[in-house]
């Protein structure tokens, strides 16, 4: 493991022996826990797989040599994807009321998406990608839960801020990240630890969330997720956005109380491959202050013009 790895190890525990245990995961590169978002009719049967409370009731164990990956979906039954990018999701399981109207504004390949469509088949789900091959792959993976109210589209953040100013009851960023938690799953990311690649990716970041707080309605919820484990790529990155955008705060989720972020001033989660529930990853539920009108304001039409 290189010196950026080993100097993120320091940063992030005090205990020497969890700091090795983090490092021995990535090594290992085996924390992969593939489970199932299952379809419509099927949902997990009580008991089965040892599954924690936070995984909902359509998300199935797998067998540990399913596929290839998350990515790749052969047999059609669901989709496939890392327990922690559930744990990821899950902070918006117990929203109330529902949301009717959902973004996920860097959806690709699928997965959260697919959770959402699950929790809530009525809504309304956009779902964005700006590049046109993982666009392809996300339509294909979304067709496999039926398509109901759902879109697709390639914008840029700031043109869902343009065309859906405060038109989102739930907007959902799961963020292009320096992706530190693919070395856990054995995935070569060479760079992923550099400190020039974590900067470059906080950029990116800040300029996505901050328009990405633009298209939630009052009284609206936005999750902010990652795959990397660096602070400056996540309670970094939700401070900035925490005083930036003054009307927006952090969430408890009690659910996660245990996986709560070591030092920071809000209420955050974090996820590690040494924990026995996938390759780890960074969560964050907000939420816009003011008071739902009841009605969510006209969209563009032409968010609409790619129904899946």
Not at 29 to 54: C, H, Q, S, T
Not at 75 to 103: C, H, I, T
Not at 155 to 173: I, M, Y
């Amino acid at each position: 493991m290189n010196r950026f790895a080993e100097k993120l190890a320091c940063g992030l525990f005090d205990d020497e022996r969890e700091r090795s245990e983090f490092l021995n995961s990535l090594r290992g590169g085996k924390a992969r826990r593939l489970v199932r978002i299952a379809p419509f009719g099927a949902e997990r049967k009580n008991g089965e797989g040892d599954l924690p409370d936070w995984a909902p009731h359509f998300v199935c164990p797998v067998d540990a040599d399913a596929g290839a990956g998350e990515a790749s979906q052969e047999d059609g039954a669901g989709y496939l994807l890392d327990l922690s990018s559930v744990w990821e999701a899950s902070p918006v399981m117990d929203l109330d009321p529902a949301p009717r109207r959902v973004l996920d504004l860097c959806a690709a390949p699928g997965g959260k998406s697919a959770f959402c469509r699950r929790l809530w088949p009525e809504a309304e789900l956009f779902v964005n990608e700006v590049v046109p091959r993982r666009l392809r792959v996300l339509r294909a993976n979304l067709k496999r839960f039926g398509a109901g109210k759902a879109y697709a589209q390639r914008w840029t953040a700031e043109e869902w801020k343009a065309h859906g100013a405060g038109a989102f009851d739930l907007v959902l960023v799961d963020a292009p990240c320096s992706g530190q938690a693919l070395v856990a799953k054995g995935i070569r990311n060479p760079g992923a630890f550099h400190e020039a690649t974590v900067r470059g990716s906080a950029r990116r970041q800040r300029w996505i969330l901050a328009a990405a707080a633009g298209c939630v309605a009052p009284g609206g919820w936005l999750l902010y997720s990652t795959c990397t484990f660096s602070p400056e790529e996540n309670e970094r990155t939700v401070d900035w956005m925490l005083r930036r955008v003054g009307e927006m705060s952090a969430k408890d989720v009690p659910k996660l109380q245990e996986f709560q972020a070591v030092g920071a001033a809000f209420p955050c989660y974090r996820l590690y491959p040494h924990q026995g529930f996938g390759a780890g990853g960074f969560s964050c539920l907000l939420r816009r202050g003011g008071e739902s009108s009841g009605e969510l304001p006209d969209l563009d039409p032409a968010a609409r013009d790619y129904p899946l």
